[in-house]
């Protein structure tokens, strides 16, 4: 989890939060805009993140860039590293079907009961521990424990019927 550690860029980022919460779900059922707005802040302070590091890369100064061989070729851009762990170093097949495979999992989600989705939401992409999850969703811990193992069993058996394995 990321934290914003200046009290005004994060008024501003759960206020923009807030904003996208109520124009993109303001139909949305009651019991189902609290895991929304989780996911929508967290969202939200991710791109506050890249857009800070995208900032501090191209401010970089020019001249730390510009090749000393003066090769016409040359590309400073390829002086940036991507990161390993960046979904964007993967090929571009990888990509495609890392998108495709997640695209498929949110659909499934969808047709799972609603306790079933909202539990498995908040411990496996809010990771929040079982205890926490109880708490927000107002059950027991051995609860959540069997809305998330039905969950993924039937996640699980959908990804299999399409030969996709992880």
């Not at 991710?46 to 061989?69: C, E, H």
């Not at 989600?109 to 079933?116: C, V």
Request: hydrophobic share 35%; proline share 5%; charged share 30%.
């Amino acid at each position: 989890m990321f934290a914003v550690r200046d009290e005004h860029v994060a008024l501003d980022i759960v206020q923009d939060s807030m904003l996208k919460l109520s124009e993109k779900y303001a139909g949305r059922p009651t019991e189902e805009l609290p895991l929304l707005f989780q996911r929508i802040l967290q969202n939200t302070i991710r791109d506050f993140y890249r857009r800070q590091k995208v900032r501090s890369t191209w401010t970089t100064p020019i001249s730390s860039l510009v090749n000393g061989d003066s090769e016409e070729d040359y590309d400073p851009l390829d002086t940036i590293d991507v990161e390993n762990e960046s979904p964007y170093a993967a090929p571009p097949l990888k990509q495609l079907e890392r998108a495709q495979v997640l695209e498929f999992i949110e659909k499934c989600l969808h047709k799972l009961p609603a306790r079933q989705r909202e539990a498995f939401i908040l411990r496996y992409w809010e990771e929040m521990d079982v205890a926490e999850a109880a708490k927000t969703m107002g059950c027991s811990e051995g609860s959540v424990k069997t809305h998330c193992s039905r969950a993924t069993h039937t996640l699980a058996d959908a990804l299999k019927k399409l030969g996709i394995t992880l």
